[in-house]
């Protein structure tokens, strides 16, 4: 049974950073792509970044490019977001999701990850 268990989130004020964590159990980690998404009050799920099975390889939503960074850490099976020039619009609940074999319907498509945290809330104060 895979396992994602998000850390990290918080409060912090327009400008700040935060890093999220991501730690995985259950399966080779290292074998898997690895994404995060995000949902604010009243909005559907977004594509915030996705990593590819090499740290070499990422996928960034245009809200976030620039701000963001995603990493792995295959040796500690954990995933990372440093969040970096926060805005208020950044608020939601950040969510670690992996697929079952590969993202078949693409990286950015929440139908690809049949495997999802709990989910840890940031806040961005203006």
């Known amino acids: 049974q895979v396992q994602l268990v998000e850390s990290g989130g918080g409060l912090v004020q327009a400008g700040g950073s935060l890093r999220l964590s991501c730690a995985a159990s259950?399966?080779?980690?290292?074998?898997?792509?690895m994404a995060w998404f995000r949902q604010a009050p009243g909005k559907e799920r977004e594509f915030v970044a996705a990593?590819?099975?090499?740290?070499?390889?990422?996928y960034y939503a245009d809200s976030v490019k620039g701000r963001f960074t995603i990493s792995r850490d295959n040796a500690k099976k954990a995933m990372y977001l440093q969040m970096n020039s926060l805005k208020p619009e950044d608020t939601a609940v950040y969510y670690c999701?992996?697929?079952?074999?590969?993202?078949?319907?693409?990286?950015?498509?929440?139908?690809?990850?049949?495997?999802w945290g709990q989910g840890t809330q940031v806040t961005v104060s203006s």
């Open positions: 999701a992996a697929p079952r074999t590969s993202p078949s319907l693409g990286y950015y498509s929440d139908f690809s990850y049949e495997y």
């Open positions: 259950g399966r080779t980690f290292s074998s898997y792509a």
């Open positions: 990593i590819g099975l090499i740290s070499g390889t990422t």
